[in-house]
């Protein structure tokens, strides 16, 4: 076994990611303080070909230093939209028949681990707050609220770990979908 070189692992340039069809789910983060967190963000919409990240509320915007640290230049693949005001953009999302599902723990979640996606079915994931979470109205205006089901003593991931185990575990699902049809 040996690790493997950069030229090993045949990327897609800047160009052809944007070419390339992307996974039919879109990552929404509101009134996230860390352009860290931001920055994981879209390092992950990049990892699992994401269709685009929609920045909301107090969320920093590319370009910035802070967020480029951990986004290592995935601002420039991953197609993103700021939108001052999240309840908005979430009509719009289920006008083009999105499935909006906030990841929150809240009561008769629906837990990860029984999350099925559909094939053809849009997805729109909400991730809020570090401290505060998603947003209650936003909660409200969900269709469903995904949890992330955990058995340690904290109550919380933090959301670059959440964003991440989210978009593997769709596209993972998806993946074993299409491998079945």
């Not at 090993?8 to 069809?21: A, G, P």
């Not at 967020?67 to 908005?88: C, F, P, Q, R």
């Not at 028949?97 to 009561?107: F, M, P, R, T």
Request: glycine content about 4%; overall charge negative; proline content about 2%.
């Amino acid at each position: 076994m040996r690790k493997l070189q950069m030229e090993d692992l045949n990327r897609l340039s800047v160009e052809d990611f944007k070419e390339t069809e992307k996974n039919n789910f879109c990552i929404i983060l509101d009134d996230v303080r860390s352009m860290n967190n931001v920055g994981s963000a879209f390092r992950t919409a990049d990892a699992f070909l994401t269709d685009k990240i929609y920045l909301c509320g107090i969320t920093a915007t590319p370009p910035h230093r802070e967020i480029e640290k951990t986004a290592l230049g995935s601002t420039d693949s991953v197609a993103w939209e700021y939108h001052e005001n999240i309840m908005e953009l979430i009509e719009q999302l289920k006008v083009q028949n999105y499935i909006v599902l906030a990841v929150e723990q809240v009561e008769n979640s629906l837990k990860l681990n029984d999350f099925q996606p559909k094939t053809n079915q849009k997805y729109a994931f909400v991730f809020g707050n570090e401290v505060f979470g998603v947003n209650e109205k936003v909660v409200e205006m969900a269709d469903n609220c995904l949890e992330i089901p955990q058995f340690g003593t904290k109550h919380s991931l933090n959301i670059s770990v959440t964003v991440g185990i989210i978009c593997w575990d769709f596209v993972s699902k998806l993946l074993s979908t299409k491998n079945l049809n």
